[in-house]
């Protein structure tokens, strides 16, 4: 057996210049550079391992012990939503709670409750967005937040609480999280852009989830949703979850059950702008499919096309670009040597677009998604993989149909202006331009 090699390195000459000007196009260098191969990148005193290879990734993913979500990069993420699993006392009972949040049983039974709520944002979003442009970002916030609220709380909070908490929470992930993950090692102490906007809008998600948590204790916690599900969940010890602990694994929930949405959202509505021909199929099964009807889960098994398309656009437009781990002991990978104590990162990104697993990966193509295609299960990434993928991935899937089939049915959302659809690098991919559409209505009998 041959002797475990160190991973080559791109030197940080080769890296840095563009990491400061532009980080995705960096990134996109770096897949470039790397091409597939396991390497460390020279970033100062900073060398991370890069895996891409969905055999790679997929060695990393299924050993969380030894690759744990902890350490540097995390600890911004931490700040909003608690400890990152790897070093949460608490995560074991918080993951069977998500778990049985979105259980098959518990999805069926709430499904048509999110479809109404999802009809009802449309039509709201209708009477403002029909013959002027409005901010798409903000919009797909808003509709996201009222579709997943009751949800995540129930009715302990109002629409317009639900959109104060949908402003804030975007704030917080767009604020200082890029300076902080591009500069990790820089102390907490020492300010950095964005730190105080980020410290206002986790205050403001404090204020408006706290007290949703101690009058839910108050009450019984007897609902369905999340919040109730936590302080009622109990280890083998009979122990519950103290206050901050439910605070943390509510806040975490709407993060991973929002910020993909938004994000693919606000994605889709340009891809379609810009592909009349995808458009045009898309409207088609869904005329065909919910007709004048408001889309409900009887529809969802027909959406067939609607779900291709979600998911073409989650592989170009990964919202979690990057998924950073802690190496706990050594390893080889493939005959690569991993140290201890590294930072090894998978970037969901770069293996969505390795041109050997997706030919022609920057053209958008939903075909690669038709029944009967088959691939790797770690060529797809947007979701993670092994102990730590996505719990909320199936309900991501229901929502985003649920929504494009409730614009689309009565609405073409047309893009305001020339925006450009490449991304840039925040906590998650965000487009680089601000996104103005508005809804042009496609039948004269559309609700306005």
Known sequence: MPRPQDAKTIPSYRILPKLLRDPLEAIEEIGRLSAGEIVRLGIGTFRPYLVTRPEHVQHVLNNAENYRREGLLWKPLSRLIGEPSGADPAWPLKKG?????????????????????????????????????????????????????????????????????????????????????????????????????????????????????????????????????????????????????????????????????????????????????????????????????????????ELRYAKMVTQEVLRLFSPGWMLPRTVVADDVIDGVRIRKGSIIVVSPYLTNRLPDVWPDPEVFDPERFAPGQSRDRFAFLTFGGGPHQCIGSFFFTIETQLIMAAMLSRYQPVIHGSPSIKPQLWLTLKPRERIQFLLRPRHAASNV
């Open 97 to 301: 709670t998500y778990k049985a949040l979105f259980s098959g049983p518990n999805i069926a039974s709430f499904t048509d409750d999110v479809a109404r709520a999802i009809v009802e944002a449309v039509d709201d979003l209708g009477r403002r967005a029909v013959g002027r442009p409005v901010d798409a970002a903000d919009e797909m916030t808003r509709l996201v937040y009222r579709a997943i609220t009751q949800l995540l709380v129930g009715d302990k909070i109002t629409l317009d609480e639900a959109d104060d908490l949908g402003r804030v929470m975007a704030t917080a992930t767009t604020s200082s999280f890029r300076s902080r993950m591009l500069l990790p090692f820089t102390p907490f102490w020492l300010p950095l852009p964005g730190d105080r906007a980020f410290h206002r809008a986790v205050q403001a998600v404090d204020d408006l989830i706290f007290p949703i948590v101690r009058e839910s204790r108050r009450g019984g916690a007897d609902g369905g949703d999340i919040v109730s599900r936590l302080i009622r969940a109990r280890d083998e010890n009979g122990r519950g979850l103290d206050e901050q602990t439910i605070r943390d694994g509510a806040v975490a929930l709407f993060v991973a059950a929002t910020e993909t949405s938004v994000t693919i959202l606000t994605f889709l509505w340009m891809v379609l702008d810009a592909r009349p021909d995808i458009a045009a199929r898309l409207y088609e099964e869904i005329d065909q499919v919910v007709g004048t009807d408001h889309p409900a889960r009887s529809h969802l098994s």
